[in-house]
């Protein structure tokens, strides 16, 4: 690749408007090597001058780097001057809460936001430190702020961090917001030019939600052994006191992924529905002679449970758990209330809201639009997940996903179930027995070059299949309302789409079947997984 004069002007502007010291002398060097003929610097440094981070499905998210497609000073200095313009010009005045994990970045990127905000006028509050992200959620609605801003990379790489961003009602920004917001940014000088004023005031809302958290077991049975990880990030400490709080006192926390750390160094990917990425979880509930095992991811807005099984512990999925949550939440709940999943998670979750005689909704992947369900404004949400781990089990005081209160009524649940003498994996043969088999899976890609992901849902849509495991299907597409491709057929189900988080394509599958089917669906899910592969590759 060779080094045009427009790529070399452009970074040479972007390091003398970069405030960060540090990261002007990394961008420095790598256009050095570009100007002395390295091919692969060249390469580096039209990727990191192809910016700016776009609002994908949870904020921005980005590798920690210097340029304008990664994530540093640079870029959230001005992301946030974007912000309050846009705040500003939409007559919002008042509070904005600030808070961050504990990636690499996160306390430089926070203290720069809060400046930032604070400079502008607003009333910026910032949380004492590294906190989950459904803390920061739920402070936006307790201090009635205007908006919320968590520096978190969730469960990206370690490479990794983000800027995710509520507004005032505590939900994630959608269109068109996003694109306003992008909009503003784009209009904001340099970095090295944006105000920027320290004196923002602290506050911590840990107390106050972790008592809120404890109101939602809806059983009185607290005899539950209970091990969790937090995998490096920072919900160790405050899931414990939560399940504390709740009466869950038999607990014990993975001692190696108990303490944050930015690098994860026992993980090689910090998401718990990677392979591996439980096993010090699982062996030591298996040790300890655990009734349940709880995952959280990095920012703790995540949530997967594991169980002992006759052949040894397995995780759940997310949607085994969205379903045993579903019945959970939903027992007793009047006709108004409302149920949610995404498109591409289980439909079984359906099928128990008609059976409890309650409302169901489902909607495009993310929980800015599941807590927007039904009416647009979540109105009558009682519970809502995504497959990929997610759960919001109280909507009135955190309208996102968080694996803290979600982690709580898992042990709820288990405890209930275990005083009755049964366990979750009988509760979900007894959904299986009245609702049918709803057999899930994933399969996805991960591409090295981002181009690759058009082309390859451009393939699928010029040929679509027209059978999948023998069953004929059709196609529906999605757009222009979403990037996604729905293929039905009796009994099965493909969804194809990009993700919003990182560089991959995914097809969710799922096979219906009666209970005495089970062996043949099982057959099914595994041929319909290889023909997925197939698509993908």
Not at 66 to 79: D, F, H, L, S
Not at 204 to 223: F, H, I, K, N
Not at 332 to 359: H, Q
Not at 484 to 510: F, H, N, Q
Request: charged content about 25%; hydrophobic content about 45%; glycine content about 10%.
């Amino acid at each position: 690749m060779r080094l045009t004069p427009d790529l070399r002007d452009r970074a040479f502007r972007w390091i003398a408007d970069d405030p960060s010291e540090t990261d002007r002398a990394e961008l420095q060097a790598v256009l050095a090597r570009a100007l002395g003929g390295d091919a692969d610097a060249t390469a580096e440094l039209a990727d990191r001058m192809a910016g700016p981070l776009a609002f994908g499905t949870a904020g921005l998210r980005g590798p920690v780097r210097a340029g304008p497609n990664g994530m540093n000073r640079a870029v959230v200095i001005r992301t946030t001057a974007g912000l309050a313009s846009w705040l500003t010009k939409q007559g919002k005045s008042g509070i904005v809460v600030v808070g961050r994990d504990a990636r690499h970045g996160s306390e430089a990127f926070a203290a720069d936001a809060a400046e930032v905000l604070h400079a502008a006028g607003f009333d910026t509050r910032v949380l004492p430190g590294p906190l989950p992200t459904p803390v920061l959620a739920y402070a936006v609605r307790k201090l009635g702020a205007v908006a919320g801003v968590q520096i978190t990379a969730s469960h990206n790489p370690p490479a990794d961090n983000g800027y995710k961003l509520y507004l005032g009602d505590g939900t994630q920004i959608v269109p068109p917001a996003d694109r306003e917001i992008e909009a503003e940014i784009a209009a904001t000088p340099a970095a090295v030019s944006v105000p920027r004023t320290p004196g923002a005031s602290t506050v911590d809302p840990l107390e106050d939600y972790l008592a809120r958290v404890a109101t939602l077991p809806r059983g009185s049975a607290r005899a539950l052994k209970v091990v969790a990880t937090a995998l490096h990030g920072v919900g160790a400490g405050p899931l414990s006191l939560a399940l504390h709080r709740a009466g869950f006192t038999d607990v014990s926390l993975v001692p190696e992924q108990t303490e944050p750390d930015p690098d994860f160094p026992t993980v090689g990917f910090p998401n718990p529905e990677e392979p591996g990425a439980t096993d010090l979880l699982l062996a030591r509930a298996e040790a300890v002679g655990a009734d349940i095992a709880i995952a959280l991811d990095p920012d703790a807005d995540r949530c997967a449970v594991g169980v002992p099984a006759p052949d040894g512990w397995r995780m759940l999925s997310g949607d085994e758990t969205g379903a045993l949550l579903g019945e959970h939440m939903l027992t007793g709940a009047p006709p108004t209330a409302l149920a949610a999943n995404t498109i591409v998670s289980s439909s079984l979750l359906e099928s128990i809201a008609r059976e409890k005689g309650v409302r169901y909704d489902a909607t495009l992947t993310g929980f800015k639009w599941l807590v927007r369900a039904g009416d647009g404004h979540g109105t009558g949400l009682v519970y809502a997940y995504e497959e990929a781990l997610g759960h919001c089990c109280d909507p009135d005081s955190v309208r996102d996903k968080d694996g803290i209160s979600a982690a709580v009524l898992a042990c709820d649940l288990a405890a209930t179930l275990k005083a009755a003498g049964r366990t979750l994996l009988d509760a979900l043969d007894s959904l299986a027995e009245r609702h049918g088999l709803h057999l899930t899976r994933q399969v996805s890609i991960r591409v090295t070059d981002p181009a690759r992901i058009p082309a390859l849902m451009a393939e699928l849509r010029a040929t679509p299949p027209t059978e999948l495991a023998g069953v004929p299907v059709t196609v529906e597409d999605l757009l222009p309302k979403a990037d996604v491709l729905r293929l039905r057929g009796d009994g099965v189900r493909v969804i194809i789409r990009p993700s919003g988080t990182e560089p991959k394509v995914k097809a969710y599958l799922e096979v219906v079947a009666p209970v005495a089917e089970r062996a043949a669906a099982h057959a099914r899910l595994d041929a319909l997984a290889e023909r997925a592969g197939e698509l993908l590759r």
